[in-house]
């Protein structure tokens, strides 16, 4: 799209702007409400025309979700028979998230916990203490109605997504000890996030730990585990790809059985947990399979993994536009209040993450990419976890507000680091 085009949508938007504010003000809502939204999509268009304002073009669509979910929230819950708060729709939209995230991580990302142990523990610790504690406070200090509260413990409770990566990359901070740290805290979301909703969250919404755990490894481990597979795949020797190839083979085997019986019978004649064993292994033996189909893709179209961490945005703003139809009425009401617990809770994570960091011996440029890591969280995965209740108009809430702003507040962060560079690393705190 030519930078003419952009700069265009970019004035037009600007001038749907004023109308809306004049429509609004003389309280005309066929005028003022697709001026707004039209506002929104012409200046998320327009943004790519400025080489300062470009780096804020998906969170300008983020905030155009929001716009959009805010002013035609009937239009975002059902298209025709098809509701699209449906927990296996939600599944496939997360699913289809995590896995462009995956296709972005590398197995070799995990080996940083072996060369800089301490300081990935830091960042763990860091990651999974101070947002679902700060959380919590928040819950205390704003009167929300219990499920809303909650899931401002939720997105606490979460692992860190790629974004915090991009943000230290830009920061130019510690991006390897970045990449590791989101890497196992993803890894260990399916244990710590349930524990701590069960532990913080437990009085405000029943969490069934068993469930939420395996809800995150179907919308979590299974699809990066099929990315992961894609990437290991890359590299393998012939035998190691023939051995892929003869496990992928005997996964469709096992899913066709499961689909042409196997899981009919199971219900019928076997124990819970039989049922959830079928339940897992179908999944993970999904993931092979895809992950050795998408790989197989990529060998003829190697520009496929460019495209993915769209296919996560659109995931991104798909829920945000859902989440925001379905909370509508809540968020009118305490939307203000809700934006600033989140700004306070994205704060904290940054000021919090970063001095702890440093307080347990990290250098500056490690503790700045704890911040990051801390104030970033993983969006999708709290909106997949919501939508999975059945809750995504409350629960889910606090991530559709808390998304925008963290991209907002990282990225003017990221930048700020970048041209305020340490004068000199602490050389007495490790850095490796």
Same mark, same amino acid.
């Given at each position: 799209?030519?930078? $003419?085009?952009?700069?265009?949508?970019?004035?037009?938007?600007?001038?749907?702007?004023?109308?809306?504010?004049?429509?609004?003000?003389?309280?005309?809502?066929?005028?003022?409400?697709? @001026?707004?939204?039209?506002?929104?999509?012409?200046?998320?268009?327009?943004?790519?025309?400025?080489?300062?304002?470009?780096?804020?073009?998906?969170?300008?669509?983020?905030?155009?979700?929001?716009?959009?979910?805010?002013?035609?929230?009937?239009?975002?819950?059902?298209?025709?028979?098809?509701?699209?708060?449906?927990?296996?729709?939600?599944?496939?939209? #997360?699913?289809?998230?995590?896995?462009?995230?995956?296709?972005?991580?590398?197995?070799?990302?995990?080996?940083?916990?072996?060369?800089?142990?301490?300081?990935? %523990?830091?960042?763990?610790?860091?990651?999974?203490?101070?947002?679902?504690?700060?959380?919590?406070?928040?819950?205390?200090?704003?009167?929300?109605?219990?499920?809303?509260?909650?899931?401002?413990?939720?997105?606490?409770?979460?692992?860190?997504?790629?974004? !915090?990566?991009?943000?230290?990359?830009?920061?130019?901070?510690?991006? #390897?000890?970045?990449?590791?740290?989101?890497?196992?805290?993803?890894?260990?979301?399916? =244990?710590?996030?349930?524990?701590?909703?069960?532990?913080?969250?437990?009085?405000?919404?029943?969490?069934?730990?068993?469930?939420?755990?395996?809800?995150?490894?179907?919308?979590?481990?299974?699809?990066?585990?099929?990315?992961?597979?894609?990437?290991?795949?890359?590299?393998?020797?012939?035998?190691?790809?023939?051995?892929?190839?003869?496990?992928?083979?005997?996964?469709?085997?096992?899913?066709?059985?499961?689909?042409?019986?196997?899981?009919?019978?199971?219900?019928?004649?076997?124990?819970?947990?039989?049922?959830?064993?079928?339940?897992?292994?179908?999944?993970?033996?999904?993931?092979? #399979?895809?992950?050795?189909?998408?790989?197989?893709?990529?060998?003829?179209?190697?520009?496929?993994?460019?495209?993915?961490?769209?296919?996560?945005?659109?995931?991104?703003?798909?829920?945000?536009?859902?989440?925001?139809?379905?909370?509508?009425?809540?968020? =009118?009401?305490?939307?203000?209040?809700?934006?600033?617990?989140?700004?306070?809770?994205?704060?904290? $994570?940054?000021?919090?993450?970063?001095?702890?960091?440093?307080?347990?011996?990290?250098?500056?440029? !490690?503790?700045?990419?704890? @911040?990051?890591?801390?104030?970033?969280?993983?969006?999708?995965? @709290?909106?997949?976890?919501?939508?999975?209740?059945?809750? %995504?108009?409350?629960?889910? %809430?606090?991530?559709?507000?808390?998304?925008?702003?963290?991209?907002?507040?990282?990225?003017?962060?990221?930048?700020?680091?970048?041209?305020?560079?340490?004068?000199?690393?602490?050389?007495?705190?490790?850095?490796?």
């Amino acid at each position: 799209m030519q930078t $003419g085009f952009r700069k265009l949508a970019f004035a037009l938007g600007l001038s749907c702007l004023l109308v809306g504010i004049v429509a609004a003000g003389m309280q005309l809502p066929r005028f003022w409400q697709p @001026a707004f939204v039209a506002c929104a999509v012409l200046i998320s268009i327009g943004l790519g025309a400025f080489p300062n304002l470009k780096g804020y073009q998906y969170t300008a669509w983020i905030v155009t979700a929001v716009v959009a979910g805010l002013t035609y929230p009937n239009a975002f819950l059902r298209w025709g028979s098809i509701d699209l708060r449906h927990p296996w729709l939600v599944l496939i939209v #997360v699913q289809s998230v995590m896995f462009g995230m995956g296709t972005q991580m590398r197995i070799r990302d995990f080996s940083g916990m072996a060369k800089t142990p301490r300081a990935v %523990l830091v960042g763990l610790l860091c990651q999974f203490s101070i947002m679902p504690l700060s959380g919590l406070l928040l819950t205390k200090v704003f009167d929300f109605p219990p499920e809303i509260a909650a899931g401002i413990i939720l997105i606490g409770s979460c692992s860190s997504g790629l974004a !915090s990566n991009v943000m230290t990359y830009l920061a130019r901070a510690n991006l #390897v000890l970045s990449v590791t740290v989101t890497a196992c805290a993803t890894m260990m979301a399916p =244990l710590m996030t349930p524990f701590l909703m069960k532990f913080l969250a437990g009085t405000l919404v029943e969490v069934k730990f068993l469930g939420m755990m395996l809800q995150i490894v179907k919308i979590v481990l299974v699809p990066i585990g099929a990315a992961l597979l894609h990437d290991y795949l890359r590299n393998a020797s012939v035998k190691q790809k023939q051995n892929v190839t003869i496990l992928s083979a005997f996964c469709t085997v096992y899913l066709l059985a499961i689909l042409g019986g196997v899981w009919g019978w199971a219900n019928a004649s076997l124990p819970a947990y039989w049922i959830t064993f079928f339940s897992i292994s179908g999944f993970f033996a999904g993931a092979v #399979v895809f992950g050795f189909i998408y790989h197989r893709i990529t060998l003829a179209w190697a520009k496929l993994d460019d495209l993915m961490p769209y296919l996560s945005m659109f995931g991104i703003v798909y829920f945000t536009t859902v989440t925001t139809a379905a909370g509508q009425q809540q968020l =009118l009401q305490i939307g203000l209040l809700l934006f600033l617990a989140a700004v306070i809770h994205n704060a904290a $994570g940054y000021t919090f993450g970063y001095w702890f960091s440093r307080a347990l011996g990290l250098d500056i440029q !490690s503790a700045r990419a704890m @911040a990051l890591e801390v104030g970033l969280q993983n969006g999708g995965m @709290a909106s997949g976890i919501a939508g999975s209740m059945g809750k %995504l108009g409350t629960l889910g %809430l606090a991530s559709a507000v808390f998304s925008p702003w963290m991209n907002i507040s990282g990225s003017i962060l990221a930048n700020y680091w970048k041209n305020h560079p340490p004068k000199q690393l602490n050389k007495s705190a490790p850095n490796r």
